[in-house]
């Protein structure tokens, strides 16, 4: 660790110094993000999943505003889930099979999508600063960022964006 001292108006010219460790939102995000509306179906959801090679999707409104976020890890939460029911009495224990994997795999595809994606968005300002996005990408263990600016979904950072630019200013 290198430890540097610095007087206090040198700090902000400093900044300049460390490079792509001062990166904002904004500068590392992607523009282009797919995205499906709020009454669309899952079908439409693993349609984008496919054709694009991706794992996640905002959900936005009519006005573009981030109202959930669904994954592949909802998605296989749905279709993995068992309701099989077991009762048991004194005498014998009787179990009640749920659906089928088959059926709840065809069953999720007409589903809106709003039925099984996350409801409590975890997203960031456009202007938020790497260190910041490191953080909340680490520590809520999640692959994906939504940004937003003035509450429209303007850009996505990933996992990757944000290692990728603050390692190539050092490597």
Known sequence: MQLIFLRREDYFKSKKFFGGLNLQAYEIMINQVY????????????????????????????????????????????????????VDSFYYINVIKGEEFEE??????DLNVMKISKNKVIK?????????????????????????????????ISRGDVIRNIFKSIL
Request: charged share 30%; no cysteine.
């Open 35 to 86: 995205k499906v509306k709020e009454n669309d179906t899952v079908r439409s959801v693993i349609e984008k999943f496919i054709e694009h090679g991706i794992s996640g999707l905002p959900v936005v409104n009519d006005r573009n505003e981030i109202v959930a976020y669904i994954s592949d890890g909802d998605i296989m939460r749905y279709i993995g889930k068992t309701k099989d029911i077991v």
């Open 104 to 109: 709840r795999v065809e069953q999720i595809l």
């Open 124 to 156: 960031v300002a456009w202007n938020a600063e790497i260190e910041k996005i490191a953080g909340i990408l680490g520590k809520k263990q999640i692959k994906k960022l939504p940004v937003e600016r003035n509450g429209v979904l303007v850009g996505i």
